[in-house]
């Protein structure tokens, strides 16, 4: 499968942003899926993840309650809603997935993931 990520841009602090990643190719409903974003000289983190049926999902502590993550399985799509957005979300979001057995399993590594998309840029100003 093929991911590709949009919907990055500048905001300002307290904005909402919607990131979309679209899949081509492969089953897409078989993927469990996440989001992680990667700041200027940081690792890489995890932001949320979703499983195939899109009816569990979580959270890393530093966006729950502010972001949420859905999927549209007959458009091949997940999102990441972002609102209440702070400075502090300036990153690349990478969205990614895995093809997986488990309905309602979601996986909150970056190791555990196989492909990628190839990264928006969220900039929140102060």
């Known amino acids: 499968v093929q991911l590709q990520a949009f919907g990055g841009g500048l905001v300002q602090a307290g904005a909402s942003l919607r990131l979309s990643c679209v899949a081509s190719?492969?089953?897409?409903?078989?993927?469990?899926l996440g989001w992680f974003r990667q700041a200027p000289g940081k690792e890489r983190e995890f932001v949320a993840a979703?499983?195939?049926?899109?009816?569990?999902?979580d959270y890393s502590d530093s966006v729950k309650g502010r972001f949420t993550i859905s999927r549209d399985n007959a458009k091949n799509t997940v999102y990441l809603q972002m609102d209440s957005l702070k400075p502090e979300d300036t990153a690349v979001y990478y969205c990614?997935?895995?093809?997986?057995?488990?309905?309602?399993?979601?996986?909150?590594?970056?190791?555990?993931?196989?492909?990628w998309g190839q990264g928006t840029l969220v900039t929140v100003s102060s």
């Open positions: 990614a997935g895995r093809h997986t057995i488990l309905t309602a399993g979601i996986l909150t590594g970056a190791v555990d993931y196989t492909y």
């Open positions: 190719r492969g089953s897409f409903s078989r993927y469990a």
């Open positions: 979703v499983s195939r049926s899109g009816g569990v999902a």
